[in-house]
C-alpha cells in the first residue's frame, strides 16, 4: 500500500531526483522543495587560525563532524600551505570521525583515525567514544552552524575547544520551490513530510516567518505525518515545536522512506484520530 497516492513533501537538495523517486516507488506524489546548499565561508579566517595552531603542535585531538567539511577544510587550508602539510599534521594528534564520511576522506588523505562515532552518528556518540581521554586541547570542525551542546559538553569535562566552522548551510538560490511548500503546508496539502537534516526544518521555519505563515505552518504539520531522519533532526523539530512521528530503524535516506511508507497508513490514522 505505502502511501497510497498521499502527497509527500521532502526537502532534499543534493539528493532531490533520488528522493523523489524513492518516494513515488512507494506510491507517494513527491514535492521535493530544496531547503539549503551547503557554501563555503567566504571568509575563512577560523580555518587559517586552525592550521597555523595545528601545524604549532596547539590540539592534541580534532573532531571531524562531516566528510564534505573536512574536504572543505582540506581545500581551503591548501590554498595558503603546501599540499599534504594539513594531512601530515592531522596524523600527530587523536583524530575522532563522526560517522564514516569523514573517515572516507581521512582514508583518502592517510590520515589515521582513533574513534569512529557509531550510529546514529550524534554529537552524543562523539562524546561516548571519547570519554575518558586525556586530550584537553580539542578543534571541533564544525557542519552548518555551531553545537553548543557537544563544546560545552567537552568543557565540563576540562577540555579547551576550538571550533573551526569551515562550511555553512544557507538558504538556496531559488527559493520559490519552498515558498510553495511552506504554503501548501500551511494549507493542510500534504500527508507527510519527510526532514533528512536539521537545517531542513530551520529554514522551512524561516521561510514561514518571511511569509508570515509561521502559525499556519504549524497547524499544518500538526496534521501531517513527519518523518525524521534521526535523533538531531529530531531534536530541532522539537525545538520549533514540531513532534516527529517516526524515524527509521537507522538514519539512511532509503531507509526513512520506505519504512515510513510502511508505517505511513497506521500514523495517518493516528493522526486523524487525535484530532478529535
Not at 507517494?28 to 551547503?38: C, H, K, Q, S, Y
Not at 569523514?102 to 574513534?115: D, K, M, T
Request: a negative charge.
Amino acid at each position: 500500500m505505502g502511501f497510497d497516492g498521499a502527497a509527500v513533501l521532502a526537502l532534499e537538495s543534493r539528493r532531490a531526483a533520488e528522493m523523489e523517486k524513492l518516494i513515488t516507488m512507494q506510491g507517494g506524489r513527491a514535492f521535493v522543495a530544496p531547503a539549503l546548499r551547503e557554501a563555503p565561508i567566504e571568509a575563512n579566517a577560523a580555518a587559517f587560525a586552525f592550521a597555523e595552531a595545528l601545524f604549532d603542535g596547539a590540539f592534541d585531538m580534532v573532531i571531524l563532524l562531516t566528510g564534505v567539511g573536512t574536504r572543505y577544510l582540506q581545500t581551503v587550508i591548501e590554498t595558503r600551505f603546501p599540499p599534504g602539510r594539513f594531512a601530515e599534521a592531522m596524523r600527530g594528534v587523536t583524530v575522532v570521525a563522526r560517522g564514516p564520511k569523514p573517515v572516507a576522506v581521512c582514508r583518502e588523505l592517510g590520515i589515521p583515525i582513533a574513534f569512529v562515532a557509531p550510529e546514529p552518528n550524534t554529537w552524543h556518540e562523539v562524546l561516548d567514544v571519547t570519554s575518558g581521554r586525556p586530550e584537553t586541547r580539542i578543534a571541533v570542525q564544525e557542519y552548518g552552524k555551531s553545537n553548543p551542546e557537544l563544546i560545552q559538553a567537552l568543557e565540563d569535562r576540562g577540555a579547551t575547544v576550538t571550533s573551526v566552522p569551515v562550511y555553512q548551510w544557507t538558504l538556496p538560490e531559488d527559493t520559490a520551490p519552498l515558498r510553495q511548500a511552506v504554503r501548501r503546508l500551511a494549507a493542510k496539502e500534504f500527508a507527510a513530510a519527510i526532514f533528512t537534516t536539521s537545517s531542513q526544518v530551520d529554514h522551512l521555519v524561516q521561510i514561514a516567518e518571511q511569509e508570515h505563515l509561521v502559525s499556519k505552518l504549524r497547524e499544518g504539520l500538526d496534521e501531517t505525518v513527519i518523518g525524521s531522519i534521526g535523533p538531531t533532526t529530531s531534536e530541532t523539530l522539537a525545538d520549533h515545536g514540531f513532534t516527529p512521528d517516526f524515524v527509521p530503524s537507522h538514519p539512511k535516506m532509503g531507509m526513512l522512506v520506505v519504512e515510513l511508507a510502511r508505517e505511513f497508513a497506521r500514523l495517518r490514522g493516528q493522526k486523524q484520530r487525535s484530532r478529535f
